[in-house]
């Protein structure tokens, strides 16, 4: 999750710098650039983390974070700033790691119980 959060930052990067300098657009793509690299800014947080509350906590902002990308990556899409392939390609890393931010979250709030 590590690595494939820190790649999907890369893309993210580059996506944005494509959208800001070809597009001319700057406040949309600028928010997909937080949200996007936060995810795993986030999960590095985490390995460090004081406790399981700890760790869940910035697991559960990584995965919020996810959340909003998605988000911002629909607004781009729909506004014609972001072409349908890279879309799918972002939206799809983006899903998976949604699916392993959850499964991670679920699997140490089992273990708190």
């Not at 590590?2 to 928010?31: G, H």
């Not at 869940?56 to 995965?63: E, G, T």
């Not at 899903?95 to 709030?109: G, P």
Request: glycine residues 2%.
């Amino acid at each position: 999750m590590k690595n494939k959060s820190y790649d999907f930052a890369i893309l993210i990067v580059k996506s944005y710098k494509t959208i800001s300098s070809e597009k001319k657009e700057f406040t949309l793509s600028r928010q997909l650039l937080k949200s996007g690299t936060s995810i795993g800014a986030n999960i590095r947080e985490a390995e460090f983390a004081q406790s399981n509350k700890d760790f869940i906590n910035k697991m559960s902002i990584a995965l919020k974070e996810a959340n909003e990308t998605e988000y911002w990556l629909l607004l781009l899409k729909d506004t014609n700033y972001i072409n349908h392939d890279i879309f799918t390609k972002l939206v799809n890393i983006n899903k998976e790691l949604i699916k392993m931010l959850v499964s991670t979250i679920n699997t140490m709030k089992s273990k708190n119980h």
